[in-house]
């Protein structure tokens, strides 16, 4: 049976850098690994990557939520040019948090994106 498309399909479709790229094969933190040591080489960006995937117990969890932690912020957060990208490895999509800030930061004036790949990640980076 064939799925019938969401919002949510849309959204991630409609932030995707280049819609036909071929997908990172490694583990997406190897790609943030590239993808940082790039910025940190490379570039003069004011950047950070938040690491939220890190797996946490729940009281850890629970104590940096109420000092205001929140889930599905994009990877790679670059201040100077209000840019917000998305890493994803493989086949991977993003969630439905991580669609739901791309489109808050989106609002707020910030050029947002999801790319799965190094090169897509250099491209998006070229553009102004």
Known sequence: ??????????DIERFKHIKDAKPYDGLESNLQKECASYLNKYT??????VPN???RSYKLAKHL????MKGGLPDILIFDSLMAIELKAKKNKPTQSQIEWLKALEGAGWRVCWVNNFDEFLDVLKQK
């Open 65 to 68: 939520q109420q000092q205001g």
């Open 53 to 55: 995937e890190a797996k």
């Open 44 to 49: 003069k960006h004011v950047w950070v990557h």
């Open 1 to 10: 049976m064939k799925k019938t498309p969401t919002a949510i399909d849309d």
